[in-house]
């Protein structure tokens, strides 16, 4: 099955106990954005699911298959 990727984020974040508000300082948005993601009420550009990932300590693959 598919997972949505604001559940993936929602999940990492939490194993990392990362705050949103430290998970937005890391990727270089706002405490408000990082709750639209894990929400689904934005669609975030694929430069801030990389910053997200970055700050993650992970790389951003986009597969099309």
Not at 18 to 25: G, N
Not at 28 to 41: D, H, L, P, W, Y
């Amino acid at each position: 099955s598919i997972i949505p990727f604001c559940a993936i984020f929602f999940i990492a974040r939490i194993d990392l106990k990362m705050s949103q508000r430290q998970l937005a300082k890391k990727a270089k948005t706002t405490q408000a954005v990082i709750s639209r993601i894990e929400n689904m009420t934005v669609s975030p550009s694929i430069g801030l699911l990389q910053r997200i990932a970055e700050a993650f300590g992970k790389n951003l693959q986009i597969r099309f298959t």
